[in-house]
């Protein structure tokens, strides 16, 4: 009991710690010195479930050498663009990245290199119907976010594709209960003409 509790205290402790150290974290403080690439074409339909993304990022060589020291891993997200998130705080951006909202998808998580790195990626079936981009953040040995990189620019205007889910299995399914539903008012059609008929014959 004593140990569940001490337990539980430290595991309060650990997650607090870890929500100060990451709830410091602006976005804007964020170096820009990743060049994050993916296969859609602007405006191109990704089918959920279905459609693969290709993902590259690599070390922007102009910024001087040494910047990247301390970088230690680089996760990849997949992010709602700005016309996706009208009207849906559940999806809102924030400076603050321990309460932003905008990528809500990983795509990948990778140990730091500064050579061009490549992931091909399925579309999530469960990804809702939206306009996307792709961002990659860098974190540091310390576990915390240091630089970033994106497929779109700074207004996230540029380079969007869409994600479409799969219709395919709701049609089959209101299918299946349109003809439940038919079968079910011809039986209780059938259920009455019989019980008439019986009715009649028994006079
Ligand atoms: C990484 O490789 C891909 C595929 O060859 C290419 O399209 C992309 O431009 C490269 N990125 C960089 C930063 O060199
Ligand atoms: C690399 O960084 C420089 C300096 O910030 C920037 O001007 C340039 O556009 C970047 N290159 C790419 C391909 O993003």
């Known amino acids: 009991?004593?140990?569940?509790?001490?337990?539980?205290?430290?595991?309060?402790?650990?997650?607090?710690?870890?929500e100060i150290s990451h709830g410091k974290v602006l976005f804007s403080s964020l170096k820009r010195t990743l060049i994050v690439t993916a296969s859609p074409k602007p405006g191109q339909v990704m089918k959920a479930g279905e459609d693969q993304i290709t993902v590259n990022w690599a070390l922007n060589e102009t910024f001087p050498a040494g910047t990247d020291t301390d970088y230690k891993t680089v996760k990849v997200k997949l992010c709602y663009a700005p016309i996706s998130q009208v009207d849906r705080a559940w999806r809102k951006t924030e400076e603050h990245l321990n309460k932003d909202k905008t990528c809500q998808f990983k795509i990948v998580a990778r140990p730091y290199s500064a050579t061009n790195q490549s992931f091909d990626w399925t579309v999530k079936r469960d990804t809702p119907l939206?306009?996307?981009?792709v961002r990659a953040y860098v974190f540091n040995s310390d576990d915390v976010e240091v630089a970033y990189g994106q497929t779109t620019d700074a207004k996230k205007t540029t380079n969007l594709f869409d994600v479409q889910p799969i219709t395919g299995r709701h049609v089959s399914l209101d299918i299946a209960s349109v003809c439940f539903s038919a079968f079910s008012v011809l039986s209780l059609a059938g259920f009455f003409?019989?019980?008439?008929r019986k009715a009649k014959s028994s006079k």
């Open 193 to 196: 003409i019989a019980e008439k």
């Open 130 to 133: 939206g306009t996307y981009f």
């Open 1 to 18: 009991m004593a140990g569940r509790g001490l337990l539980l205290a430290s595991l309060l402790i650990l997650s607090c710690l870890v």
